[in-house]
C-alpha cells in the first residue's frame, strides 16, 4: 500500500512539473515572438519616418497589402505624417501576442506600442501590429498614431 502511494505521489509530482515546464517554455516562445517582431516592427517604422513611404508599403504583410492600395497609403501617410515633422523620441510602450484580432484571420500577431514624440506633436502613441507571414518573417498589418 506504501507503495502504491509512493508512486502515486512521484507521477503527481512528475506531471505538475511537466506542467510547469511545459507553461515556462510557451512563455518564453511567445517573448521570442515578441522581440522578434518588435525588432522587425522597428525596422519597419524607419522607412515611415524616413518619409519612404513607396519602400514601407512594400513591406507590409500581403494581408495588409490586400486591403489597402499603394495609393492610398501614400496619400494617408502624406496626410497623416508629414504634418507631426520628425520623430524626437520613440519608446517601446507594450507588446503582446495574439492568435485573433477583430476583423483579421486568425493567425499570429504581435500588437506593439510605442510612446512617440514627434516635432510638431509631444505626445502619441503608435501602434504598429505585427502580422508573421507565411515565410516567417514578421511585417506590419496595421498602423495607427493617435
Do not use: H
Not at 500588437?111 to 505585427?130: A, D, H, L, P, W
Amino acid at each position: 500500500m506504501k507503495t502504491k502511494i509512493l508512486v502515486f505521489l512521484l507521477c503527481s509530482v512528475y506531471f505538475a512539473f511537466t506542467q510547469v515546464n511545459a507553461e515556462i517554455d510557451s512563455k518564453k516562445v511567445i517573448e521570442e515572438k515578441e522581440l522578434t517582431a518588435v525588432e522587425a516592427a522597428k525596422s519597419w517604422v524607419i522607412l515611415v519616418d524616413e518619409g519612404k513611404y513607396n519602400k514601407s508599403y512594400l513591406k507590409a504583410a500581403d494581408y495588409f497589402k490586400n486591403a489597402v492600395t499603394e495609393e492610398q497609403w501614400l496619400q494617408g501617410m502624406t496626410a497623416t505624417r508629414n504634418p507631426l515633422g520628425k520623430v524626437l523620441l520613440r519608446e517601446l510602450k507594450s507588446k503582446k501576442y495574439m492568435t485573433e484580432l477583430p476583423g483579421a484571420p486568425d493567425g499570429e500577431y504581435v500588437v506593439i506600442q510605442f510612446n512617440t514624440s514627434f516635432e510638431n506633436k509631444k505626445s502619441s502613441v503608435e501602434t504598429i501590429t505585427q502580422m508573421l507571414e507565411k515565410d516567417g518573417t514578421w511585417k506590419m498589418s496595421g498602423y495607427f498614431i493617435k
